[in-house]
């Protein structure tokens, strides 16, 4: 299953919190039997260790996150990996592309314009120098203040904090994105559709991550692919299941899921419909050739 991170934040009553408008702001502890799992989110965010260790994985790369690190992560879906040492621990700043469009209008007049062309990059190590890290540990501090915190404040700190990475030349190609939102607001279809097909996602997630309505996304999708959402998604898992049996040494089990389907009976009864072989004896017949 495919983690929703930001309603699991918002909903959940455990961790200290504080939510504006366009805004969340999240301290989390992981114990350490938490290990690995996979998570998506329509809200990008911004991860800063105060302890521990952990790896964010995108389609094109791994960052490792140590303590005093920090990550700018959009919107899209991810693998983490937990590690064992200590419990981690991480502050997160939830903030919509439309929080940071406004940030980037109102101050453009300070905000040096950088090249915007489109990067592919899903996440951006931040640079953390003395001040930031001040910054973020005086927001830490925060939780402790509980209910008294007014959210007009919160949100003059969210500012400064994309003041600090906005000023930092070494954060240029995460300002260049920030600037770049001003001139999409609606993802590829065709990249969000063909990086994340394989995530056990509702349609109405999948719409969310292209930044649009479900009813127009459905529109859109069988514009560009001539086919309902539904059928090319299952059409799209299977042909990934099939290279994984192939090529792979994952279980049948483990095809299943990592291929993005919910239960290995339906599974089982779509490859066949489509491969006329069901998962186990498609793999036996592909090795004895």
Known sequence: MTLDVYKYFQNSPKYNKLIGNDYMFVEYKCPLDVEKFKLWTHTPLITYVISGKKDWTSIHKTYPL????????????????????????????FMTEDFIRKFIKDNAHIIPQKNTKHSNNQIFPIHVTDTLNALFLSLFNYFNMGSEIPKELVEIKFNELLFNIALSPANNDL??????????????????????????????????????SLSTFKRDFKEHFKETPGKWLT?????????????????????????GFKNTSHFNNSFKQK???????????????
């Open 275 to 289: 491969y006329n072989y069901p998962p186990n004896q498609f793999r036996k017949l592909h090795l004895t050739q």
């Open 175 to 212: 300002i260049s994105f920030f600037q770049s939102l001003n001139q999409i607001e609606k993802a590829n279809i065709y990249d969000v559709m063909m990086k994340n097909f394989h995530c056990d996602l509702q349609l109405e997630a999948y719409a969310q991550l292209c930044g649009r």
């Open 66 to 93: 140590n303590s005093g690190d920090a990550l700018f992560i959009r919107k899209g879906i991810y693998n983490t990996k937990q590690y064992y040492e200590e419990d981690y621990c991480t502050i997160l700043f």
């Open 235 to 259: 059409n799209k898992r299977l042909e990934y299941a099939k290279t994984l049996l192939q090529e792979s040494d994952l279980t049948v089990n483990e095809v299943c899921y990592e291929s």
